[in-house]
């Protein structure tokens, strides 16, 4: 059974960097499509961004950005470490929250890709952004 494991989070000043990690043990996380989530208490959890398995790659589908975070983050993996990261750069106060990362084997991050079903999710990782 895949496992997954959010690091990265942290406090951070305005028009700063945050690299978030998602770990996979357990299985190859390189099979699976894995998108980040935010959530901020008493809001409605929110997509981010989508990377499609490596066998399910279609160019225009992944990597997928929601607009609330394009041109700022950039989705990709790091195959050797078993992990998917989300790089976020000019950071906002509006970006505080809890991400999550979530993933499902064989996905292309089609459909409607913050409604899918996943199979997977990590506890999740803070990010504080405030000066």
């Known amino acids: 059974q895949l496992q997954l494991v959010e690091s990265g989070g942290g406090a951070v000043q305005p028009r700063g960097s945050l690299r978030l990690s998602c770990l996979a043990s357990?299985?190859?996380?390189?099979?699976?499509?894995v998108s980040w989530f935010r959530q901020i208490p008493g809001k409605e959890r929110e997509g981010l961004s989508c990377?499609?398995?490596?066998?399910?790659?279609?160019?225009?589908?992944?990597?997928y950005y929601s607009d609330s975070v394009k041109g700022r983050a950039t989705i990709g993996r790091d195959n050797g470490k078993n992990t998917v990261f989300l790089q976020m750069n000019n950071l906002k106060p509006e970006d505080s929250g809890f991400y999550y990362c979530?993933?499902?084997?064989?996905?292309?991050?089609?459909?409607?890709?913050?409604?899918?079903?996943?199979?997977?999710w990590g506890q999740g990782t803070q990010v504080i952004v405030s000066s």
């Open positions: 990377i499609s398995s490596r066998a399910r790659h279609i160019d225009g589908r992944s990597p």
């Open positions: 979530a993933a499902d084997p064989d996905y292309d991050c089609g459909g409607y890709v913050f409604k899918h079903p996943y199979g997977s």
């Open positions: 357990g299985l190859i996380l390189e099979d699976y499509g």
